[in-house]
Each structure stands twice: as structure tokens, then as C-alpha cells.
């Protein structure tokens, strides 16, 4: 009996483990990731997306927010190549992607973002850049063009916008006394939006576990053993994304450029719609997702924003 007894745990523990790895090896997403190099099987999400809505192109500037293991970052360089650059911000210390910039440190710490922002400003400077093509226009202009489904530019807009940007740079001039002439003229420019330097930000955040044990394994290396899905508490999860979600969308709006893109994984809820509310007023398009790859049993999706509006205050989105 006590043989018995000293057994019949071990079995348990026994199938528990044979019915994890079993899961495991049905999961095809994952199986691709290994044979193809990818860092998680998360890749595949960004890559299902991407497929659906075409938000990356050569010579983009990407922002990967919560990047580790590393797996979006390796999508993102690889659909922007050769010209493009990715950087990379988490808490975790994590091995990088080859050909990815990271920073490790808190997104939520203003002093993190406002190190990230000085960062790109300064690479922006000397990365090099796409060569243009026949119709003389580089793939920034391009990309703009295609994202807000404008006619090619015509000889006299480009000298109208000239005018507008020389308009913008030159003192004002004096009115003579008695003019009528009022405010009214100046209606239908747009704000010169500066400091915008990135054309897609990525959000893949989640509050990870504290690190409890482990500590003499491989942790630079496999920092996804300490990633958070769920807690089990579905208000906390839908909370704590509403929170990281906000803070990626302030940032993309201080750096997105015109007609740039915005991805971000949440956890459904009650406040959801109140953050679509705040893409759709920034973004033309805006798109709810749940991507083949993700768990059916698992509550995220991904809001995939689209075409930066570049008119838009930031009262107009945040109310503040």
C-alpha cells in the first residue's frame, strides 16, 4: 500500500507533463517558429497582419514597444529591408534580433521615452536612405502618397505647397491699417508636425512576472519564460493593456509620422471602445483583429490603426 501510494503521484505528474508536451507539439505556429528561426511563435500574428493590411515597407522606421523575445522585430526588419530601421524598448534584458537597436528600460518612465525620442532623433540623421527612383521621389514620399490615396503630385500643387512652406518660414507680413483682411485666409493649413521621425510604432506589451527563481539559467537569452499572457483575472489583464496601450498611443503621437501606422495588443473589455474611439480620431482607419495564431482561449486582439491624421491635436485625442 505505501508503495502504492508513494507512486501514484509521480504518475499524475507524469501524464500532467506528457499532456503539456503533447499540446505543444499539436501547436503548429510554434513548430514553424523553431524551424524558421523566429524567436516565439508571436511572429506569426504580425506577420497574418501585415499580409491583411500591408504596413510595412522598405526604408521604414519601426518601433517595437515590448519587443522581447524579439520575434516582431525580427518580421519588422526583415519587411523593411534593406534601408529600414527597428528599435526595440522592454523592461526585460533580452538578447536582440541581428540588425535590431534596443533600449532596455520601463516604457511608462517618462525619462525612458524621452531617451527613445532623442535616440531615433539623432540616428535619423545619418541612417542612410532609400535611393529614389525613376519618378524621382524617395519611399517616404511614396508611402505617404499611397497611405492617403492622393493623386501623384502635379507641377502646380508642388509649387503651391512651396509657397505654403515658404509662407510658413517667412515673418508675417503687416496688414495696412484698415484692412479687412482676417483670420479667415489662414483656414485649411495644416500644423507642421515636428519631431516625427517614425513611420510604423508596434505594440506588443504586457506586464511581465517577477523573476522569482531561475536566476542561473538563461535568462538574457529567454526572457519569454518571464512574459506575462494572462493572470487569470480578466478585469486586471483588460486593465493593465488599456493603461500600456494609452501610453504606446501618447508616444506614437509625439513620433508617428503622417500617414503612419499603429499596432497594439490589448485584452477585451469594458474600456476598449473608448481607446477605438481615440484611434479612429487620430487614425483614418482603424481595424480590430484576431489573428489565426492566437490562442482561441486567449481574450487579446490587436487594434491595427492606419494612415496617421496630421491634423489632430492632441486635445482633440486625449481630451487633455
Known amino acids: 500500500m505505501s508503495d502504492l501510494l508513494f507512486v501514484y503521484p509521480s504518475c499524475l505528474a507524469h501524464n500532467a507533463h506528457l499532456k503539456h508536451f503533447d499540446l505543444l507539439g499539436k501547436d503548429k505556429f510554434s513548430i514553424s517558429a523553431k524551424v524558421q528561426g523566429l524567436k516565439s511563435r508571436a511572429a506569426f500574428k504580425l506577420l497574418e497582419i501585415n499580409e491583411k493590411h500591408k504596413i510595412f515597407h522598405n526604408g521604414q522606421t519601426v518601433v517595437d514597444l515590448g519587443y522581447a523575445p524579439g520575434s516582431w522585430s525580427q518580421v519588422a526588419l526583415d519587411r523593411t529591408a ?81 509657397e505654403y512652406l515658404s509662407s510658413e518660414t517667412a515673418p508675417p507680413e503687416e496688414e495696412p ?18 519631431d516625427t521621425m517614425v513611420d510604423v510604432v508596434l505594440s506588443d506589451m504586457s506586464a511581465p512576472w517577477e ?6 539559467k538563461r535568462s538574457l537569452s529567454d526572457p519569454y519564460y518571464r512574459m506575462m499572457n494572462t493572470s487569470g483575472m480578466n478585469f486586471r489583464d483588460h486593465a493593465g493593456s488599456m493603461d500600456l496601450c494609452d501610453a504606446a498611443l501618447r508616444f506614437a503621437f509625439d513620433t508617428l509620422r503622417a500617414g503612419g501606422h499603429f499596432v497594439c495588443k490589448f485584452y477585451q473589455g469594458g474600456e476598449d471602445k473608448a481607446l477605438e474611439l481615440r484611434l479612429r480620431s487620430l487614425f483614418v482607419k482603424v481595424h480590430r483583429e484576431k489573428p489565426e495564431s492566437s490562442r482561441s482561449e486567449s481574450k487579446e486582439s490587436y487594434f491595427v490603426a492606419l494612415q496617421r491624421r496630421p491634423d489632430r491635436s492632441k486635445k482633440d485625442v486625449f481630451g487633455d
Open 82 to 162: 534593406p534601408d529600414g530601421r527597428v528599435v526595440g524598448i522592454d523592461i526585460i534584458p533580452a538578447q536582440p534580433p541581428k540588425g535590431v537597436s534596443t533600449i532596455q528600460g520601463n516604457f511608462l518612465s517618462p525619462a525612458v521615452q524621452e531617451e527613445v525620442k532623442k535616440f531615433l532623433k539623432e540616428t535619423d540623421l545619418v541612417r542612410p536612405r532609400p535611393s529614389r527612383a525613376l519618378d524621382g521621389k524617395d519611399a517616404d514620399e511614396r508611402l505617404l502618397e499611397e497611405s492617403l490615396d492622393v493623386e501623384p503630385t502635379r507641377y502646380f500643387d508642388s509649387e503651391s505647397r512651396s
Open 177 to 194: 491699417t484698415g484692412s479687412k483682411k482676417g483670420k479667415k485666409g489662414n483656414r485649411g493649413k495644416l500644423p507642421l508636425m515636428k
Open 211 to 216: 523573476q522569482t527563481d531561475g536566476f542561473w
